[in-house]
């Protein structure tokens, strides 16, 4: 863990195979990350655009898109696993995820079955597979997390979906000898690039609106006490100049949790980071901020059903891309 007094873990929120055999290893043998994550955003850029993939494409002509997008994919999983095992073994996380067809969001029994079959084929006990939140995403979770797979509960932006993510895994945990890790991932800074044009035009101090929905999730998930089941803050790199690059991984520290973030805000952090504790917030600081928001004319349920939304709709055509690519 990158502040192990904190229990406080550091994750590259990126993929790619030259990455994994180079910079990578570097980043965990300095004891800097302890974990990885993907999505199907981060894959494409990988698999279009670096020659890394070519020669085991070509190899690959006879499957259809979606087994060659898998065949690439599980193999850049494998090998972060590998780098990763030995954090695994001595019980330091050492998790590399990866998600399933985002195009079976709505379907419980076809998400569980793919996240089994990932889990199975990969065959790395770190892997843990990504699951959106979404009412049947909640079921999925909660069958895999009970046959011991690990399980990143994906594309949070509400107490309403964590909650839902945090009692899937603590009805899992019944099931289970010994719980295994979970982690629920909750998107910031998608938050404040929504409203914060609206609140700068009213004189509303921006980029608080994504920090004050994390702080309040991650009160309330802590609340619950699920075991081995810890908040992860994902959406964490900076657009613009606007604020400092380590901004949302210095706001949002935090015992007991994960942030997973681009390179450039790894880089960031480790060179000049703020390592000062941040939350929990007060309840009466966070309704504060979202009462101002309120005067602002914004209503987050529907900002928030939007993200969730637009979510979705963005990770299901970067896999529809990869797999037109793959043709």
């Not at 994994?20 to 302890?34: C, H, R, T, Y």
């Not at 793919?114 to 006990?125: A, Q, V, Y």
């Not at 210095?250 to 805000?265: G, H, K, Q, Y």
Request: aromatic share 8%; with cysteine; net charge negative.
């Amino acid at each position: 863990m990158y502040l192990p007094t904190a229990r406080f873990s550091l994750w590259a929120d990126f993929i790619e195979r030259t990455f994994l055999d180079e910079e990578f290893k570097e980043l965990v043998a300095q004891g800097i990350v302890n974990g990885a994550t993907s999505n199907p955003a981060i894959f494409k850029n990988a698999i279009l655009t670096s020659s890394a993939y070519k020669e085991q494409l070509s190899t690959l002509s006879h499957l259809s898109p979606k087994e060659k997008y898998e065949a690439v994919a599980i193999f850049d999983i494998q090998k972060a696993a590998d780098i990763l095992r030995p954090l695994y073994d001595v019980g330091n996380d050492g998790y590399v995820s990866i998600e399933v067809d985002p195009f079976l969001c709505d379907d419980t029994q076809a998400t569980t079955q793919e996240g089994i079959r990932l889990f199975e084929t990969i065959n790395r006990p770190n892997v843990m597979i990504k699951v959106p939140a979404t009412q049947a995403g909640y079921g999925a979770m909660e069958v895999l997390a009970s046959r011991g797979i690990a399980v990143n509960a994906t594309l949070i932006f509400s107490s309403e979906q964590a909650l839902q993510c945090a009692n899937a895994f603590a009805n899992a945990a019944k099931y289970c000898e010994q719980p295994v890790d979970t982690v629920i991932s909750v998107f910031v800074s998608r938050i404040d690039r929504a409203i914060d044009e609206k609140l700068k035009s009213e004189g509303i101090e921006v980029g608080l609106m994504g920090i004050m929905n994390a702080a309040e999730i991650y009160t309330n998930v802590e609340a619950l006490d699920v075991p081995k089941c810890r908040i992860l803050f994902a959406s964490t790199g900076v657009k613009g100049d606007d604020f400092r690059a380590s901004y949302y991984v210095d706001e949002l520290l935090a015992r007991n949790s994960v942030n997973t973030a681009p390179i450039a805000t790894i880089d960031a952090y480790i060179a000049h980071g703020d390592k000062t504790i941040k939350l929990p917030l007060s309840s009466e600081k966070i309704e504060t901020h979202k009462q101002q928001v309120r005067d602002a004319g914004i209503e987050m349920e529907r900002v928030i059903a939007g993200q969730i939304h637009e979510g979705l709709e963005a990770f299901k055509s970067a896999f529809t891309e990869i797999l037109t690519a793959l043709e």
